[in-house]
């Protein structure tokens, strides 16, 4: 196709940006911080009991396993890909690590937790190297390739957990899944990382914890991913192999290797959602991340990131997640039937899209 | 042999030759290149040189064979005869990613930017810059891209208001004066653009037009590939022409017109 001039679309003036209004699109972009805090407003009215420092806490812990899946898949996503296997890779990892820490049993509590947590890394590693393989090396869709690990994950999990949830009777276990970093009793004053001193009998139940160690592991893993993300060399990259891979590739980005290590750590963070799982349950379940795959991606299509790629924050995911485990918790205290969740949850996922949608119409 | 082939053989030779500036050596020397695709030899043992400062605009009808060539130069497709010489240093050009780095830098036709990202975060794409993220973690130099992106930008006078901003959402020159920009800041000792101004309005080929002559004030070189013999004439020193593979004319601009140029082209 020749270029005649007389024929072009008409000319822009080329040192002006295309502007969308400010106020609507900082609203568009902003749409689920706002979104999240009507829905704070909402419940805060109509559910007694949700506006609570201690209900605020119990949602941060409830969401923690459901944002550390989401974490990695927000690699994935960006990159314009899927990762289905996040679910299983998470059960297997719960599965696998449960047992180590079940054959360890009578061994120091340390060496137990460590144990455990290498366990569920080097599931992670492997299925991710695998996924990684398949999408970066052999040029399998992704969708294709994490469905045929999602399978695998499953099968092994169940052959080796046998089904039933494989339990740890260790003692001082639970409180790395359920402590507090600080306790405050009325009496006894104030403790980091255990009960008060004296503490004991029906005195424990006038204890109050601050800062659920769920929470603390959650702020750490997403301080991390969002300084991979959002500041590193590798993050940068991730947003150009989403993008446009054919650029990225001619500007001397390693594609292969890039989407490689997005897998492997997308099946990571899985794995370790499988590990914090453990930690809160104290076993582990070969479909304990069953349900869970799907949210996660709800959450960071809800937190602004695009399905198409090369678009999406950690923050988002965030909040994404903070949406989701806000429903979920003024449902429950409104005493409303759990299963509405999912309808409310759908819904939520439909607008944001819709929203998304409009962003590019409005704004190109 | 039949006279007709004989005559077609040895049209080379006679092509009108280029007035090449005295004493200069050139930047690209191609000699005898010749690229196949199974029967079909799309470029013929091509002679092609280019020197310092000089704007070349590579013509010819669809499947002449110029896009081919300027692929060759540019690493995507590897010459299965004759050599490439980069300032007097033969050099074998095996991917895209190599011709960067010997200082070869194509402007290709869908741009090749990540439109997610922005002007700067494209400009040092694949190259950025290290840096510290929050004071103590290893990340990226951010202020810095930005400062020299803006630098490079204003020398070729460019106005991006939002270097930030993802490229989506410029305008066509804007676009394209990233993609130029980016050429310019690694020091590109050969500049490639393909059909520069094919997707533009008027004002934005104006703009792009004067990009080519503020990169030539620099001393770089740079092969043009258009169709338009408006843009054409405008800009270029030397016209290469091409027909079917072979070379058929290289003329200096002020010495034809664009009547003589068609009729090269289509024979």
Redesign the interface.
């Known amino acids: 196709?020749?270029?005649n001039?007389t024929t072009?679309?008409?000319?822009?003036?080329?040192?002006?940006?295309?502007?969308p209004a400010g106020l609507i699109a900082l609203a568009s972009r902003l749409w689920a911080v706002l979104f999240l805090i009507a829905l704070i407003v909402f419940f805060s009215i109509v559910a007694p009991g949700f506006f609570d420092l201690f209900n605020f806490q119990a949602v941060g812990a409830n969401m923690a396993v459901l944002l550390v899946l989401g974490l990695g898949q927000t690699f994935v996503i960006i990159s314009a890909g899927i990762d289905l296997s996040t679910g299983f890779v998470m059960g297997l990892s719960s599965v696998a690590s449960a047992l180590v820490m079940q054959g360890l049993t009578g061994y120091p509590l340390p060496v137990i937790i460590f144990a455990g947590l290498a366990m569920a890394l080097l599931i992670g590693l492997a299925a991710g190297a695998v996924n990684g393989a398949l999408v970066a090396y052999m040029r399998v869709p992704p969708f294709i390739a994490t469905l045929g690990t999602l399978s695998v994950a499953q099968g092994v999990a169940y052959v080796l957990s046998g089904g039933p949830p494989v339990s740890i009777a260790t003692r001082g276990l639970g409180f790395f899944g359920n402590g507090f970093l600080a306790y405050f009793h009325p009496e006894a004053g104030l403790s980091i990382l255990g009960l008060p001193e004296g503490v004991s009998g029906a005195a424990v139940r006038d204890v109050m914890g601050f800062f659920p160690l769920q929470v603390v592991y959650i702020v750490i893993l997403a301080a991390f991913f969002g300084?991979l993300l959002g500041?590193?060399?590798f993050g940068?990259?991730v947003?150009?192999v989403?993008?446009?891979p054919?650029?990225?590739s001619?500007?001397?980005?390693p594609l292969e290797w890039t989407l490689f290590r997005i897998y492997v750590l997308c099946s990571t963070s899985a794995a370790l959602a499988g590990f914090l799982y453990v930690l809160r349950f104290n076993g582990g379940v070969a479909n304990a991340g069953d349900a869970l795959m799907l949210s996660s991606v709800a959450a960071i299509a809800i937190g602004g990131a695009s399905m198409l790629g090369?678009?999406g924050r950690i923050l988002g995911t965030i909040v994404g997640a903070l949406v989701i485990a806000v429903i979920q918790n003024g449902l429950v205290i409104l005493g409303i039937d759990p299963f509405w969740q999912y309808v409310a949850v759908g819904a939520v996922i439909i607008m944001a899209v819709l929203v998304d949608q409009a962003k590019g119409r409005f704004?190109? | 042999m039949s006279p007709l082939a004989t005559e077609t053989r040895t049209a080379p030779a006679s092509i009108p030759q280029g007035p090449h500036p005295e004493g200069l050596a050139p930047v690209l020397r191609c000699r005898k290149l010749t690229k196949r695709f199974g029967g079909l030899v799309a470029v013929d043992q091509v002679d092609f040189d280019v020197y310092p400062g000089e704007t070349v605009a590579l013509l010819g009808d669809n499947g002449a064979g110029k896009s081919t060539l300027i692929q060759t130069v540019a690493g995507v497709h590897r010459p299965d005869g004759g050599s490439i010489e980069l300032d007097g240093k033969e050099v074998e050009i095996r991917s895209?990613?190599q011709a960067?780095d010997l200082g070869i830098e194509t402007v290709?036709q869908?741009?090749?930017?990540?439109?997610?990202?922005g002007a700067a975060?494209n400009i040092f794409?694949?190259?950025?810059l290290?840096g510290k993220?929050?004071r103590f973690?290893?990340?990226?130099n951010e202020a810095r891209m930005r400062s020299e992106a803006k630098s490079v930008l204003s020398e070729l006078h460019?106005?991006?208001?939002?270097l930030d901003?993802p490229v989506?959402?410029?305008?066509?020159?804007?676009r394209q004066?990233t993609a130029i920009a980016r050429a310019v800041y690694w020091k590109a000792r050969l500049m490639i653009m393909d059909?520069p101004?094919?997707?533009?309005?008027?004002?934005?080929?104006k703009?792009v037009l004067s990009l080519i002559e503020a990169l030539k004030a620099r001393g770089v070189p740079v092969i043009v590939i258009s169709?338009?013999m408006?843009d054409v004439f405008e800009v270029a020193d030397r016209l290469f022409i091409m027909r079917r593979g072979r070379a058929v004319a290289d003329l200096r601009a002020a010495d034809t017109n664009a009547n003589e140029v068609v009729r090269l082209m289509v024979g």
């Open positions: 196709m020749s270029a001039p072009m679309s008409p000319p822009s003036i080329d040192d002006e940006n295309i502007r300084w500041r590193t060399r940068r990259h947003y150009a989403g993008g446009n054919k650029a990225a001619r500007a001397g980005i090369g678009q704004f190109p | 895209p990613l960067r290709f869908d741009l090749a930017l990540c439109d997610n990202l975060e794409l694949g190259r950025e290290p993220a929050y973690l290893p990340g990226l460019i106005n991006i208001r939002n901003a989506r959402t410029l305008s066509g020159g804007q004066a059909e101004t094919a997707a533009l309005g008027v004002p934005e080929q703009k169709h338009n408006q």
